[in-house]
């Protein structure tokens, strides 16, 4: 996703920035997991509770992961999380779904953007670290999962189509705007992108996010709808 030359950290702000984002990524891996923990009890069937139920401890297994990874550095994992507390949990009261599929759709689009955002900012940081994230945001089996299951609803009900591509919309507007102001709050730009505040800088990572938009793309004609 980045093309061109990434940084050369010192020790000390390498370790700033995986600490900020194994915090950010440890906090939406907590709430992914209870957020799908919720919406399984509502599942239509018992096939899709199980489903959503496997889905939920998985998160809560990348979860551990990366609060495993934090303490082993001698960190303190809620005090890596707290900074990002407050605007994913905003985001989520952003948006809270209408109904069970907008529930899906949600999962669908919040997990599958936050997880290319991650995946381009731990570029900066070593293999070691690389490895960690690319595992943590490996939602393969997941996006699999709800694709299908939403591309079998919109097929048996052709009405969902307009609502969801909406809803879809919306929820990719919410997570471009919490990564943007994450970005900036926490000075990702400033070290994943190695030049001074500026029209290049910015140009650039107007690219990284013109890329979660294509990839967004994607997935919504995957599922028959336009972004």
């Known amino acids: 996703m980045i093309e061109y030359p990434l940084p050369v950290l010192d020790a000390a702000t390498r370790e700033r920035f995986e600490t900020a984002l194994y915090g ?45 990874r934090i303490a082993a550095a001698g960190r303190d994992p809620q005090a890596a999380m ?43 940081l070593d293999e070691e670290a690389r490895v960690l994230v690319s595992e943590v945001q490996s939602i393969d089996a997941q996006t ?12 048996d009900d052709p009405r969902l189509g307009s609502r969801l591509a909406l809803w879809g919309r919306r929820l990719l507007g919410e997570a471009l705007t919490q990564a943007r102001r994450i970005g900036d709050r926490h000075a990702f730009w400033d070290t994943l992108i190695p030049m ?30 336009t972004a």
């Open 144 to 155: 699999l999962w709800l694709r299908e299951r939403l591309h079998d609803a919109l097929g």
């Open 196 to 225: 001074p505040p500026g029209p290049e800088r910015d140009a650039r990572v107007a690219k990284l996010f013109a890329r979660l938009v294509e990839n967004h793309s994607r997935r919504m004609g995957d599922l028959g709808l």
């Open 82 to 124: 707290e900074p990002f507390v407050a605007s994913i949990d905003a985001l989520h009261e952003r948006t809270r779904p209408g109904d069970w599929f907008e529930s899906l759709m949600k999962a669908y689009v919040i997990d599958s953007v936050s997880g290319d955002f991650y995946q381009a900012i731990a570029l900066a």
């Open 24 to 68: 950010l990524m440890a906090y939406r891996e907590l709430t992914a997991f209870e957020r799908l923990s919720s919406d399984a009890r509502f599942s239509p069937t018992l096939a899709d509770r199980d489903a959503l139920a496997r889905l939920a401890v998985e998160e809560f297994r990348h979860y551990e992961l990366v609060r495993e």
